[in-house]
């Protein structure tokens, strides 16, 4: 069974930073490009970055450019999402994809103070 399975969001008061975490199962992780996705309420997706398969390579959304940092681990299948200097309309529900054929549930991550 193919399961994305994210972690590390919750509330941080802007200037804050989180890590968020995506754990994958069931499928060659190491083989699929891998997104981040984000959607906050009200409004339609967006995507936020993406890492190459074997990770050298990353792209970001000018949103978030310089504040965020995608990664990735091969050995561990997993991929990570660094973000720093979070700001209020950074909160939304993010979601991580492999090549966008597999999803994670997402998590919340919320800025306020």
């Known amino acids: 069974e193919v399961q994305l399975v994210e972690s590390g969001g919750g509330l941080v008061q802007p200037g804050g930073s989180l890590r968020l975490s995506c754990a994958a199962s069931?499928?060659?992780?190491?083989?699929?490009?891998m997104s981040w996705v984000r959607q906050a309420p009200g409004k339609g997706p967006e995507w936020v970055s993406h890492i190459e398969n074997a990770g050298g390579t990353t792209y970001y959304a000018d949103s978030v450019k310089g504040r965020f940092t995608i990664s990735r681990d091969n050995a561990k299948n997993t991929l990570y999402l660094q973000m720093n200097s979070l700001k209020p309309e950074d909160t939304a529900v993010y979601f991580c994809n492999a090549d966008r054929l597999y999803w994670g549930r997402g998590i919340q991550v919320t800025v306020s103070s």
């Open positions: 069931g499928f060659t992780f190491g083989r699929y490009d």
